[in-house]
């Protein structure tokens, strides 16, 4: 595993949630809370949820702390999730910008209560953060889908399809 190829995920899921973003500030704050289906309920919930893992797992690899999981009752507002979301992904950054591919190798202890103690690798946990915004994010697009806003396609396809359209002439 390479550092670039973390960085190439991570820059995704921010372009990925930016996108959610246009589509989120559309909902009255009524359908932003409102409890429709998924693991979560609501858009607020399972962004929220989205954010603290994302930044509790960066945290656990030794980037800036996090403190307690973030509790979803204290974001009332769309603005509020996409302010603290924007500090997150500061946040995120920062600490790639400081990671090696050598760094991404060191063993990591961490517990999650279902399973207990462990341990594995920097970059597989950093992987997992990233990977982990793809499956929430699909579970929000069903969610606006279901209040009636159309997300559109926010697949990795059209993120590099996006990126190669800037870098060419």
């Known amino acids: ?13 921010f372009w990925a949630n930016r996108k959610l973003f246009d589509v989120i ?13 998924g693991s979560y309920g609501s ?6 949820h989205l954010m603290s ?14 403190g307690d999981a973030l509790k979803a009752v204290d ?15 500061g946040y995120v950054r920062d600490f790639l910008a ?12 961490f517990e999650v209560p279902s399973t207990g103690k462990r341990a594995m690798l920097r970059g597989e ?5 990233v990977n982990h915004g793809v499956h929430h994010r699909g579970q929000i697009g069903l969610l606006l889908r279901a209040l009636g806003h159309v ?9 590099d399809i996006a990126n190669r359209a800037v870098g060419t002439s």
Request: glycine share 6%.
């Open 1 to 13: 595993m390479h550092i670039d190829d973390l960085k190439r995920r991570y820059e995704y899921g």
């Open 53 to 66: 893992t994302e930044w509790g797992w960066v945290a656990r690899c030794g980037g800036h702390p996090r």
């Open 125 to 129: 946990l950093l992987e997992h953060g």
């Open 98 to 109: 400081t990671m090696t591919d050598q760094d991404l190798n060191a063993p990591i202890e």
């Open 25 to 37: 500030a559309q909902l009255t704050p009524e359908e932003f809370t409102r409890n429709v289906a």
């Open 43 to 48: 858009v607020r919930n399972t962004l929220v």
């Open 151 to 159: 997300p559109g396609n926010f697949d990795v396809l059209f993120y």
């Open 75 to 89: 974001y009332t507002t769309k603005e509020s999730v996409i302010e603290q979301w924007s500090r997150v992904e």
